[in-house]
């Protein structure tokens, strides 16, 4: 499976911003696909996740101003954040957790996608 993901950018303190990525190679619904985000200097952290069944878990510093949505058809996945602070400046990967042929699972990342929130 491979993770193509679009959007990112420079945005003003208070701006809003949309993420999506795409899954290639999954002849099914991939069971959780979502994001996370690296600051400079800091860990991973997990930013949202959504499963074939519509659950969601969203990181604690992101709930209420960034939304995740897929299709699950499409094997796509997307990320509005809205009321961006600058301290959600970071590079954004989009996540995948599936099982393959085996139902051996499998986590694959995308390439990350630079957000710059600027004050």
């Known amino acids: 499976v491979q993770l193509q993901a679009s959007g990112g950018g420079l945005v003003e303190v208070g701006g809003s911003l949309s993420l999506s990525c795409a899954a290639s190679?999954?002849?099914?619904?991939?069971?959780?696909l979502g994001w996370y985000r690296q600051a400079p200097g800091k860990q991973r952290e997990l930013v949202a996740i959504?499963?074939?069944?519509?659950?969601?878990n969203i990181g604690g510093s992101v709930k209420g101003r960034f939304t995740v949505s897929r299709d699950n058809a499409k094997n796509t996945v997307s990320l509005q954040m809205k009321s961006l602070k600058p301290e959600d400046t970071a590079l954004y990967y989009c996540?995948?957790?599936?099982?393959?042929?085996?139902?051996?699972?499998?986590?694959?990342w995308g390439q990350g996608t630079q957000v710059t929130v600027s004050s």
């Open positions: 190679g999954s002849t099914s619904p991939i069971d959780v």
């Open positions: 959504r499963d074939t069944g519509g659950n969601t």
């Open positions: 996540y995948a957790l599936g099982r393959d042929y085996d139902l051996k699972p499998y986590v694959t």
